[in-house]
């Protein structure tokens, strides 16, 4: 997800920077795109945005490398497009809430909008031959507009369903969505189509 969003937000005229756990593996993925590498202590320094592009797994430890609980990312929209669900299933992992209300409560102030979660990454690289709306929330106005504009960027439409507590329900929603490709049906024609 992270190599397909930042190839696709190059070729559209931003600059990237790419951080992660491992110094090596976020060299050569910065090489490899053209993207300009950082570790996560200095990547949201002078960022327009942030993006949680990581295994469910590696969230907490990316959040803290970066300095999320000491509020390095305060006021930066966090898009958070995680899925902390079971790859086979689609069930949802977490208890109660959601990856991106316990993004926000990891890094101190930041906006958190939850995008671009259910489609996969190489989706964006690909050409489409209609519209894929991109459903997102979030309790920040100014960051769902950052939002917006970079799914714009990607050739999507941004749909913003609500508040950042509506999270779970997009997240529930791609689980749905798994769990039809795990059984090979295409999800479109699980959802009614009103054209």
């Known amino acids: 997800m992270a190599a397909t969003l930042a190839q696709a937000w190059i ?29 996560p202590a200095d990547a ?7 993006v949680v592009a990581v295994l469910w797994e590696g969230v907490s430890e990316i959040l803290d490398l970066a300095g999320g609980p000491g509020g390095s990312l305060r006021g930066v929209p966090v898009l958070d497009c995680t899925n902390p669900l079971e790859f086979s299933t689609g069930a949802h992992r977490l208890a109660e809430g959601s990856a991106a209300e316990t ?16 489609y ?9 031959d209609k519209t894929r709306a991109v459903a997102m929330c979030g309790d920040d106005e100014a960051a769902l ?16 369903i609500g508040r950042l507590d509506r999270a779970r329900q997009l997240e529930e929603a791609a689980g ?17 189509s009103f054209s």
Do not use: C
């Open 11 to 39: 070729a559209a005229g931003h600059t990237v920077t790419i951080a992660g756990r491992s110094e090596a593996k976020t060299t050569e993925l910065a090489n490899r795109v053209n993207a300009v590498a950082a570790r």
């Open 44 to 50: 949201a320094a002078g960022a327009d945005a942030v």
């Open 103 to 118: 993004i926000a409560a990891q890094a101190t102030g930041a906006a958190v909008v939850k995008a671009l979660h259910m």
């Open 120 to 128: 996969a990454g190489q989706m964006w690289l690909t050409a489409q």
């Open 145 to 160: 507009d950052v939002a917006g504009r970079l799914v714009t960027d990607l050739g999507g439409t941004p749909v913003a």
């Open 176 to 192: 749905f969505v798994m769990s039809l490709y795990g059984k090979g049906v295409d999800p479109s024609t699980a959802v009614p």
